[in-house]
């Protein structure tokens, strides 16, 4: 079964920076797109940013400029850096890999960005 591992959370000032990343367990085929996904308290989960196979990226317009989606194939790992962090974007990260036939979820990782 595979299983997405995510890191990098933490606690950070406003307009710091952190860089999640989510890996895969082992081998997955058929990927549509990776992706970054967050909810915050009392809030739905939301989109953040997703990159195809072939390096197409989408991204919230909250978080354009300042997140940045990447990802690593021969590694199955998606990165999402993100820079000038703001008390809003305070939340559980969720790594997801889209496939033809499966959609994985990790189990979240925490941002918190407060003074």
């Known amino acids: 079964q595979v299983q997405l591992v995510e890191s990098g959370g933490g606690l950070v000032q406003p307009g710091g920076s952190l860089r999640l990343s989510c890996a895969a367990s082992?081998?997955?085929?058929?990927?549509?797109?990776m992706g970054w996904y967050r909810q915050a308290p009392g809030k739905q989960r939301e989109l953040v940013a997703t990159?195809?196979?072939?390096?197409?990226?989408n991204y919230i317009d909250s978080v354009k400029g300042r997140f940045t989606i990447s990802r690593d194939n021969a590694k199955i790992t998606t990165y999402l850096q993100m820079n000038s962090l703001k008390p809003e974007d305070t939340a559980v990260y969720y790594c997801?890999?889209?496939?033809?036939?499966?959609?994985?979820w990790g189990k979240g990782t925490l941002v918190t960005v407060s003074s």
């Open positions: 997801n890999v889209f496939t033809s036939t499966m959609d994985y």
């Open positions: 990159i195809t196979d072939g390096g197409r990226t």
């Open positions: 082992r081998s997955i085929f058929s990927i549509i797109h």
